[in-house]
């Protein structure tokens, strides 16, 4: 599977995308009411998703890259070899962020150094967003999860994706706002994180490092392109 964003640059991966894309699969293959799981290739390495019987996508989205280097992002390892509530100035604005990988890079944060807890909803993102994907502190350009915490097992949160700008959901951002909120004390491993589209659960096990995305995808609608 290969992914293209809306300004044709390609991501490594998309956490939603392979939830759609073994959706797709099934309704193929007739797989209505079977448990099937594929292995699916992409610029990350292998995902496997798989349906379960009561329609929803569970996929195995691998280990979350921590160390800096490989996320990448210039700021420095300062907790677990990895970029926990890191200082980074925007716009003369000090954010807390947490770095992580999932195949792609994300930078999660939860608010302002010294701030009130974040407000999702009040925030411009369409102001802040570019701001934070273009930093220097990320070589590679970065996808930005900025969350508000509910509860230790419930998390809401926006995302302005590398390469696409304001998005409804975005899988690898809400596996990587999960481990991050792990990481910084913030939740439990196994959390509902709500996404503009609708919630997804995420669970990172302790046992394997493993991070698990369970959420639905529905047909819209099938079309034909001439080539």
């Known amino acids: 599977m290969r992914i293209f964003n809306s300004d044709g640059s390609e991501p490594e991966m998309c956490g939603n995308g392979v939830r759609c894309f073994a959706r797709f699969i099934a309704e193929l293959e007739n797989l209505h009411g079977k448990r099937q799981s594929f292995t699916v290739h992409t610029g990350a390495g292998l995902i496997v998703p798989e349906i379960q019987e009561d329609g929803l996508v569970k996929v195995d989205m ?22 926990v509530k890191s200082e980074l100035v925007v716009d003369g604005v000090t954010w807390n962020v ?11 944060t939860f608010g302002t150094k010294g701030g009130e807890d974040l407000q999702v909803d009040a925030l411009n993102l369409a102001q802040i967003g570019p701001k934070f994907e273009h930093h220097d502190a990320f070589p590679a350009r970065t ?24 998005t409804l959901a975005c899988g690898t951002g809400a596996c990587a ?31 394997d490092n493993q991070v698990y995305m369970t959420g639905p995808a529905e047909v819209v609608f099938y079309g034909s ?3």
């Open 177 to 207: 706002t999960v481990v991050a909120a792990v990481l910084e004390g913030r939740a439990t491993r196994k959390c509902t994180v709500d996404l503009p589209g609708g919630p997804l659960d995420i669970e990172w096990r302790e046992e």
């Open 143 to 166: 996808n930005t999860e900025f969350v508000q915490v509910y509860s230790p097992s419930h998390l809401k949160m926006r995302a302005w994706e590398r390469g696409s700008g304001a």
């Open 62 to 83: 691998g280990q979350p890259v921590l160390k800096a280097a490989n996320v990448p992002t210039k700021l420095a390892s300062n907790k677990y070899d990895a970029v």
């Open 98 to 108: 947490t770095c992580v990988s999932m195949g792609n890079p994300h930078c999660v």
């Open 225 to 227: 392109v001439p080539l």
